[in-house]
């Protein structure tokens, strides 16, 4: 038997690019869970300035630093915002994947992820919103990137990624001028 409080706990996050405040968040979620889904949002994406890594990239991130700590789906947009009907598609991914709803959903505190669950019913689910102590974000990163400031994107990025640079930076640098995003 778990010591650990919760049985499933599931995140959904873009991770263009990963980061170290993205690392801190599902660190968070795999000390507390048993099982930490991860679903990585506009999966169907790629190849623009927002989105410029594919879903194949960002899920090869996610496990080089997590490795099998963590269980990582695609979550394609659906072209419904961030409302409850986002909401109810989270929720259906994850019992499609898991058989079951989570007991955690794990998060930075987002106004627009506030209300994706606000029309369900049915189950309990416990929300930690994980406090935003590490000052970067994705564009910030991506940033990084363009100006090819390696050792300030070395700052925030597990080690384990450090010989991905060349690559991801190249990503980045051809898809900066495409504009089109699907992307809500």
Known sequence: MSEKPYRLGVTVGR??????????????AIDLCDTVGVFVG?????G???????YETRENML?????????????????????????EYVLKNILDRFG????????????R???WFDGESGFEFSELYVPKIIDISATTMRNHFLGDNLEEWKR???????DEYQTLREAVISAKDNLDTASI
């Open 15 to 28: 991770f263009q690019t990963f980061h170290s405040g993205h690392e801190y968040m599902l660190q968070k």
């Open 100 to 111: 079951s709803y989570p007991d955690l959903l794990v998060s930075g505190k987002e106004e």
């Open 48 to 54: 623009t300035l927002k989105n410029p890594f594919s």
């Open 156 to 162: 925030y990025t597990n080690p384990k990624l450090w």
């Open 63 to 87: 496990k080089t630093v997590f490795g099998d700590k963590i269980r990582v789906y695609p979550l394609p947009d659906i072209g419904v915002g961030n409302n409850t009907k986002w909401g």
């Open 42 to 46: 506009s999966s169907q994406e790629s």
């Open 113 to 115: 992820r506030l209300n």
